[in-house]
């Protein structure tokens, strides 16, 4: 199947500083990638949907002057968390679909944020 | 709006037992249905792809089931083994998006 690659798999930092996460597809161009949250015990919550040469669309309740995200290439979409604080502490969780063939989903393998 | 059900929440069985997980969701309009496991603290492993045209999907031990009318899946694990423990979710595929339902966190023990 198709690979999605996510960096870092996990990142400590300090209160009121940014973290950057990546997502790329490895072997298939991926017009829309997909950002998810996870809290402890908790399905993944959709956070926004990243679409290549545009604007990414929020959920309702995702502020999106704190977490940014750029889909500025075919393979590659990027999660900014800015000004994190220890709320924002959590798992997140790249996806990128083909939207040709199966429309199946491929996930990264996540990063773990911890805000200290 | 999509909204996915597991059940059930928790399943503690011992090994070598046949176990069945439910998913069911509100809107039958999906392209089509991956189960999903989640090691603690891992990302997703996709499982099983059911398009919304297929009524069953098999790999190894495992077989979904499908049936859109009505909303409902069905995960089925034969011979479960101590490995299988694991978050199991369900996710449907819509025309924009993936829902999940909140999982079934699975517990074999030997």
């Known amino acids: 199947g198709a690979v999605v690659s996510q960096h870092p798999s996990w990142v400590i930092c300090k209160s009121g500083t940014s973290v950057k996460i990546e997502c790329r597809s490895l072997?298939?161009?991926?017009?829309?990638m997909f950002w998810y949250r996870q809290f402890p015990k908790q399905s993944l919550m959709l956070m926004a949907t990243?679409?290549?040469?545009?604007?990414?669309?929020?959920e309702q309740g995702v502020e999106k002057d704190k977490f940014l995200i750029n889909h500025a290439s075919l393979t590659l979409s990027t999660l900014t968390v800015t000004s994190a604080h220890p709320e924002d502490s959590s798992f997140y969780i790249c996806?990128?679909?083909?939207?040709?063939?199966?429309?199946?989903?491929?996930f990264g393998q996540g990063t773990r944020l911890t805000v200290v | 709006k999509q909204e996915v059900t597991q059940i059930p929440a928790a399943l503690s069985v011992p090994e070598g037992e046949n176990l069945v997980l439910n998913c069911s969701f509100t809107?039958?309009?999906?392209?089509?249905l991956q189960w999903f496991r989640q090691d603690p603290g891992k990302g997703l492993t996709s499982l099983l792809l059911?398009?919304?045209?297929?009524r069953e999907q098999t790999s190894g031990r495992l077989n979904a089931s499908l049936d859109k009318s009505s909303g409902r899946s069905t995960l089925y694990i034969a011979a479960s083994q101590p490995g299988d423990s694991a978050t199991y979710l369900c996710?449907?595929?819509?025309?924009?998006?993936?829902?999940f339902g909140k999982g079934t966190m699975l517990l074999v023990s030997p």
């Open positions: 059911i398009q919304s045209s297929q």
């Open positions: 809107d039958s309009a999906i392209y089509n």
């Open positions: 072997d298939f161009q991926a017009t829309t």
């Open positions: 990243s679409n290549e040469g545009s604007k990414a669309t929020y």
């Open positions: 996806s990128a679909r083909q939207f040709q063939g199966t429309a199946e989903a491929f």
């Open positions: 996710a449907v595929t819509g025309y924009s998006t993936l829902t």
